[in-house]
């Protein structure tokens, strides 16, 4: 299924009026509303290959219907939301879930979707058919030699997919560590991972990067051997210039102080990207800013100021990306609700007054920089995004059209009720 120019103007037409007197009061306030909103038409989020079916949890999955069978299908799916939005230009492929079975036909097909290829991802969390040893006991740390070796071939193999689709970064999340105390040598795991990685590393082209994920707990819960920022900045320094770290929200402990993280890395010039999901207690996966927006905000005001400070072009020089899991909503539906969120918050992050809260930091007036993050996070800057979705040709409100289009019944209708995506 694809979406026709004229289904997005048809949706507009009556929106129009109503969303311009929105606009035109909240943009009368801002003075470089356009310089704003032409960074809001430049952002996109990547859409990993493995968020468009119903995930689940390991007591069950309520599966979906009309859900993509293929990397044809979720790359339509994608194709729909960038249609929708214009701001989901990217898929990011887990190999082996969504291996291209015909590398010309996947890049024409992303050509004419408009879809780039962000970071691939490899998996060594799972035991594939194919693969003789075992990662029950880890990967890239792995006591036996031969399973690294393994490991280490796999995301070599992910690199080369990854080559012949024109991406340009290797994201690798391990889930090794341990589930016991006295299991590990945490020193001797470290140093296997950093050689296994070292090896990795040496396989990159030139103008690759690799992206270091780091996450606290699960699915070892005694030790993660890459387990928060500090060790995945340490992997990264000792690799070089082309590895750095990356923040995916879920994979801290509770209250962290995320967007201090993020300032310093950015800081290291050592800060990969993102994946964007939300929480409440762990690694939920929930949809992005549905539980704590304001946390959301306040990482992007650290991500804006670092990249301003460095010269940054905030739409290319990082990873965006989502790493959400639909269990009760329709996985597009959710998707699309968590791109808006994430635009929500660069907005508001663009509109931050620097100058007035450079000033209350430089003089500890408290009271003035709270004053100047709530004055812009309580802002309705709906219209503004709404605005860069208008100027670039994509739905003033991309749930409502999903629904009264009817995408979701359409896609049953060509793929059936008894559907199962690839992923987690
Ligand atoms: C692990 O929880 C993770 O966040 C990593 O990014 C994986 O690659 C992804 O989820 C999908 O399993
Ligand atoms: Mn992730």
């Not at 979906?64 to 990011?92: F, Q, R, T, Y």
């Not at 590398?103 to 058919?129: C, E, H, M, P, R």
């Not at 920022?229 to 340490?234: A, D, M, N, V």
């Not at 539980?291 to 965006?320: C, K, S």
Request: aromatic content about 8%; glycine content about 6%; some cysteine.
């Amino acid at each position: 299924m694809q979406l026709k120019k004229n289904t997005i103007d048809e949706h507009n037409q009556p929106l129009i009026s109503e969303h311009k007197r929105k606009f035109d009061f909240i943009s009368a306030g801002i003075n470089n509303i356009d310089a704003v909103i032409k960074k809001l038409v430049d952002f996109n989020v990547a859409i990993p290959s493995w968020a468009l079916g119903t995930g689940g949890t390991r007591f069950g999955r309520f599966a979906g219907s009309g859900e993509p069978g293929n990397l044809v299908e979720k790359m339509e799916d994608i194709g729909l939301l960038h249609a929708l939005n214009k701001s989901s230009g990217a898929i990011s492929l887990h190999i082996p879930w969504d291996i291209p079975e015909n590398y010309a036909d996947i890049k024409s097909l992303a050509a004419q979707l408009g879809l780039q290829f962000d970071a691939v991802n490899s998996n060594t969390f799972q035991d594939q058919k194919a693969r003789e040893l075992s990662y029950k006991f880890g990967s890239l740390q792995h006591v036996n030699k031969a399973v690294r070796k393994q490991a280490i071939e796999h995301n070599i193999e992910v690199i080369k997919h990854g080559i012949e689709l024109g991406s340009k970064a290797l994201t690798v999340w391990l889930s090794d560590g341990s589930c016991f105390p006295g299991q590990l040598n945490f020193r001797k795991a470290f140093q296997n991972t950093l050689e296994s990685l070292q090896e990795i590393y040496a396989a990159l082209p030139a103008d690759w990067k690799v992206f270091v994920e780091y996450k606290a707990f699960e699915p070892n819960f005694y030790s993660m051997t890459v387990g928060d920022w500090g060790q995945s900045l340490l992997y990264a320094n000792k690799l070089g210039p082309k590895a750095f770290t990356l923040v995916d929200l879920g994979h801290h402990l509770p209250n962290a102080n995320i967007e201090q993280i993020v300032s310093l890395l950015l800081m290291e010039k050592k800060l990969a990207g993102f994946h964007f999901n939300d929480s409440k207690y762990g690694d939920d996966d929930l949809t992005v800013g549905s539980i704590r927006p304001y946390q959301l905000f306040l990482i992007f005001i650290e991500l804006v100021e670092g990249m301003d400070a460095r010269g940054m072009n905030h739409a290319t020089d990082l990873g965006w990306m989502i790493d959400a899991s639909h269990n009760v909503k329709d996985p597009l539906e959710d998707l699309l609700q968590s791109v808006e969120a994430i635009m929500i918050a660069y907005a508001q992050a663009l509109l931050i007054d620097r100058k007035k809260l450079n000033e209350a930091q430089d003089s500890n007036d408290v009271v003035t920089a709270q004053e100047v993050l709530q004055d812009t996070f309580r802002t309705d800057v709906r219209s503004i995004v709404a605005e860069a979705r208008l100027r670039s040709g994509a739905a003033l409100n991309p749930v409502q059209l999903f629904r009264d289009i009817k995408v979701r019944e359409q896609l049953i209708k060509e793929r059936g009720t008894k559907t199962v995506a690839t992923g987690l």
